[in-house]
Structures are given as C-alpha cells and as structure tokens.
C-alpha cells in the first residue's frame, strides 16, 4: 500500500508565498509522476501542476508555481508565490505507482486579500 502525507498549508496574505511538501512511502519500486491538484469551496477538484515525463502547469499559476521533486525522498514540492485570494483551496498531492492513482488527505491553502 502507497500512502501520501501532505504538509506545508496555511494562512498567508495576497502576495505572499507558501511551500508545499508531500512524500510517498510504502510500496514502491520506481520513479513516478507526481503532482498537486486543488479543490476550492463549491468547485471540482483541479489540476495546479504535474510532474512526470513532462512538467505542466495550469495557466493561472504558470510564473508563479513551481513544481519540484527529490527522488531520493519520493518527495514532490510545489512552491508558491504571489499568492492571490483565488488560489485558497484544499491542495491534493497525486502520485501514478504501478498503474494506480494514489491521493494524499490534502491540506488547506488560504488567502488573505
């Protein structure tokens, strides 16, 4: 079994920047693509950005967020800048292992105009 433990959430003020954490430990042999997703009050949960063969971003946080990963830890970051009010949202780390999708719990983003 694969688990997923995201870290680095919180309040911050428009403008201001937050790094995201998440590592995976459990079963697993080989490098896999990762990513972030997001899910704001009332809306469906999002892509923000993914790592694996190629690295993509959706457009809103392209120049802003920046995805990131140590193998050695199967660890993915997403670091956050200039953070707007429109980017408050649980976040969600994803991971792609032998064929299945794993989903970390999430943690909450908030931000302050």
């Known amino acids: 079994q694969v688990q997923l433990v995201e870290s680095g959430g919180g309040l911050v003020q428009a403008g201001g920047s937050l790094r995201l954490s998440c590592s995976a430990s459990?079963?697993?042999?080989?490098?896999?693509?990762m990513g972030w997703y997001r899910q704001a009050p009332g809306k469906q949960r999002e892509l923000v950005a993914t790592?694996?063969?190629?690295?993509k971003y959706r457009d809103s946080v392209k120049r802003r967020f920046t995805i990131s990963r140590e193998n050695t830890k199967n660890t993915v970051y997403l670091q956050m800048n200039s953070l707007k009010p429109e980017d408050t949202a649980i976040y969600y780390c994803?991971?792609?292992?032998?064929?299945?999708?794993?989903w970390g719990k999430g943690t909450l983003v908030t931000v302050s105009s």
């Open positions: 994803n991971a792609f292992i032998s064929g299945v999708y794993y």
């Open positions: 459990g079963c697993i042999r080989s490098i896999f693509p």
């Open positions: 790592l694996g063969g190629s690295t």
